[in-house]
């Protein structure tokens, strides 16, 4: 790994490569994001995500794209869901989420564990048409559909 962190999140693209993102290190939260490549044990670096993040959710969506969404930013809550494109190595804000989740979950494009609401909703994701709306909660033990 280039640059050491935790909390960060690791999510396997179509290429078998794996992007490393965010997380926290020595001088807070990060913005940078990385490429292992399990075939020749190299790690590249890769576009920086729009803001730094820790304690994020990642899903590797249908078109290969990775939503991240949630967690904690550089000094405040991460507010905006961002999409990674492995085509470009570019990341691209999908619009600010309706509330602010700390580790949360998601399976398939849905929450699985909601967070930070006490109304127990979820949010799902979308960035192919930039926005964010809301979803019911499934309880903890029930995994998503």
Known sequence: MIESRDWHTATLLLDGKVLV???GGGSGNLAAAELFDP???VW????PMTEPRA?????RLADGKVLVAGGTGGSDP???AEAYDPATGVW????????WRA?????GGRCARPEGLADGTCQ???PTVSTVGTGAARPRRQPAR
């Open 21 to 23: 993102a965010g997380g």
């Open 39 to 41: 075939a020749t044990g």
């Open 44 to 47: 590249t670096p890769t576009g």
């Open 55 to 59: 304690q994020h959710v990642a899903v």
């Open 78 to 80: 991460a507010l905006f």
């Open 92 to 99: 691209t804000a999908t619009g600010p989420m309706i509330d």
């Open 103 to 107: 580790s949360p979950t998601a399976r």
């Open 124 to 126: 799902l994701g979308c």
